[in-house]
């Protein structure tokens, strides 16, 4: 009988000594994060993304939750993934809003329940460039002959077209009414403006023209149901 029993308690040993094993808690997990840039270039009115990658190194897997700071007044960022259990790709996106020139150390943060870690990067906040439609604004008078209307005396508006970049929008053209608004592009260096056939005020308008200081030169075209009219103005500051 004591031939068995060493045998049945080393199997009942190695038995239990297995089962503790297999709940033995592993440790903290290790993560680390990698796609910062050393500086990121921002314009103060912009939009930029940063892609970031989480690498999951260690241990018990776990979600990770990511935060950003340091960031300038006016500016915002939020993260493409802000919670995930790593290995995971993310996205930081980063606006400003007419924000203050200038060098400033953002971090981010990454943690778990039991660990975490942070990286660093500096945004250079740079003017944004003069749009040169923007010479071109203000309000003007229409004068000058038109084959089917006569002499035009028109109070007409020039304002940007904003975020776009050599585009105005003119209010008031022929008929003098802010209403009839017609967008046109601007060649900075010709120093002229294109009117694109387009309908405006249940009017079917096109039309050229040049400037210089303070002064368009424009021909442009009408198109009514019952008419066709054409016109060489100048709008004068």
């Given at each position: 009988?004591?031939?068995?029993?060493?045998?049945?308690?080393?199997?009942l040993v190695l038995s239990i000594s297995c089962k503790k094993g297999d709940f033995t808690q592993q440790g903290?997990?290790?993560?680390?994060?990698?796609?910062?840039?050393?500086t990121a270039v921002v314009k103060q009115v912009d939009?930029?993304?940063?892609?970031?990658?989480?690498h999951f190194v260690a241990g018990q897997k776990e979600?990770?939750?990511?935060?950003?700071?340091?960031?300038?007044?006016s500016a915002g960022a939020a993260f493409s993934k802000e919670v995930d259990t790593p290995s995971f790709n993310t996205t930081i996106r980063l606006v400003t809003n007419?924000?203050?020139?200038?060098?400033?150390?953002?971090?981010?943060?990454?943690?778990?329940?039991?660990?975490?870690?942070s990286g660093s990067f500096w945004i250079l906040v740079k003017p944004n460039p003069v749009n040169p439609a923007s010479v071109l604004t203000g309000s003007y008078t229409?004068?000058?002959?038109?084959?089917?209307?006569?002499?035009?005396?028109?109070?007409?508006?020039i304002s940007e077209v904003l975020p776009a970049f050599n585009k105005i929008k003119i209010a008031g053209l022929w008929s003098g009414n802010p209403s009839t608004i017609l967008e046109a592009d601007v060649d900075p260096i010709a120093q002229t403006i294109s009117i694109p056939v387009q309908t405006a005020s249940s009017a079917t308008f096109s039309g050229y023209g040049t400037y210089i200081s303070g002064q368009i030169s424009v021909k442009y075209k009408v198109a009514l149901n019952f008419l066709t009219d054409s016109c060489q103005t100048t709008l004068t500051k």
């Open positions: 009988m004591k031939q068995f029993i060493a045998p049945l308690i080393l199997i903290a997990m290790e993560f680390g994060f990698t796609g910062l840039p050393d939009t930029i993304n940063i892609p970031i990658q989480v979600r990770v939750t990511l935060q950003i700071s340091g960031l300038p007044t007419h924000t203050s020139l200038g060098m400033y150390k953002i971090s981010v943060t990454a943690s778990s329940s039991r660990n975490s870690m229409e004068s000058g002959p038109c084959a089917v209307s006569g002499n035009m005396h028109n109070s007409v508006t």
